[in-house]
Nanobody, 125 residues
Framework: QVQLVESGGGSVQAGGSLRLSCVAS????????MSWFRQTPGKEREGVAA????????TYHPSVKGRFTISQDIAKNALYLQMNNLKPEDTAMYFC??????????????????WGQGTQVTVSS
């Protein structure tokens, strides 16, 4: 059973940077992907960035491409999200997720079965 714990959220001004971390415990599915999602009240969870566990192939939501970078350290069972040039619209609760199967793309929540508790990111203008 995989467990995920996020850290690194906080409050920054627009244009600032934050780095989110997620540490996983348990056995990872080496054929699958891990990702960062975000959610604001009243809205569905949105896939922000995903990485294929075995190949390091990455994919991003268009709104963050060029500003966010997802990476992983397999030896440490860690997932990261470097967020640069943050905008107020990036304000959300950010969740780390590990996929459970192969339904949907790596940026779709239906692919994921394990979620962290979330870390809040607040960007002020």
């Amino acid at each position: 059973q995989v467990q995920l714990v996020e850290s690194g959220g906080g409050s920054v001004q627009a244009g600032g940077s934050l780095r989110l971390s997620c540490v996983a415990s348990g056995v990872m599915d080496s054929r699958n992907c891990m990702s960062w999602f975000r959610q604001t009240p009243g809205k569905e969870r949105e896939g922000v960035a995903a990485i294929a566990y075995a190949s390091d192939f990455t994919t991003y939501h268009p709104s963050v491409k060029g500003r966010f970078t997802i990476s992983q350290d397999i030896a440490k069972n860690a997932l990261y999200l470097q967020m640069n040039n943050l905008k107020p619209e990036d304000t959300a609760m950010y969740f780390c997720a590990a996929a459970k199967g192969y339904t949907g793309s790596c940026l779709e929540s239906r692919r994921y079965g394990t979620w962290g508790q979330g870390t809040q990111v607040t960007v002020s203008s």
